[in-house]
Every structure is written in C-alpha cells, then in structure tokens.
Nanobody
Framework: EVQLVESGGGSVQAGGSLRLSCTVR???????VGWFRQVQGTDRKEVAY???????RYAEAVKGRFSFSFDNTKKTLYLQMDNLKPEDTAMYYC?????????WGQGTQVTVSS
C-alpha cells in the first residue's frame, strides 16, 4: 500500500515562494507521479506531472514559475512554487500512479494574498 504525506503549504503574499513536499510511504514510483490542485467547488486539475514515459508537463498557468522534482533516496516529491499569484490559491495534492490506479495524499492548502 502506498501512502502520500504532503507538507509545506501556507499563506504567502503575491510574489512569494513556497516549496511543497510529498513523502511516499511504500513503493516509490518515478513515473506517473505529480501534483494537482483543487479550488473548492471545481474539478481537481493537473499542475505538474511526470507521465509513464518520463516526460514532465506543466499546466500552462504555472509554466516558468513552478518546478517539479523528486529525490529517489528520500522517496519525496517536491513542487517549488515561485512568483505566486492569488489565482494559485488552492488545495494541492500529490499523486502516485497512473490514471485508474492513482493514490492521493491528504492535500495541503496554499493561500496567496494580493
């Protein structure tokens, strides 16, 4: 069984930075892993994701500002978020597994004030 534990969320002013971490307990896969975000009342959306071919893709809204990385030895995923904007405010979730077999973390809230 895979468990994901996120941390690093918080409240920042626009232009600030945060780094989210997601520690994986259990099998750590380097493919089909990434970050999503959800605003209450809307669908969960992909933010940064490494697919089954190893290609990392970013949502258009975060390109150039967010960076996805992972540390195999620590079994941890990271999302470095720079130049944050109020529209980045959301609950952020890490995910492991390809669609249909995906495991989610509990989420961490990011709030960006103008």
């Amino acid at each position: 069984e895979v468990q994901l534990v996120e941390s690093g969320g918080g409240s920042v002013q626009a232009g600030g930075s945060l780094r989210l971490s997601c520690t994986v307990r259990g099998r750590f896969g380097r493919y089909c892993v990434g970050w999503f975000r959800q605003v209450q009342g809307t669908d969960r959306k992909e933010v940064a994701y490494r697919d089954e071919e190893g290609i990392i893709r970013y949502a258009e809204a975060v390109k150039g500002r967010f960076s996805f990385s992972f540390d195999n030895t620590k079994k941890t995923l990271y999302l470095q978020m720079d130049n944050l904007k109020p529209e980045d405010t959301a609950m952020y979730y890490c995910a492991s597994g390809c669609p249909g077999t995906r495991t989610w973390g509990q989420g961490t809230q990011v709030t960006v004030s103008s």
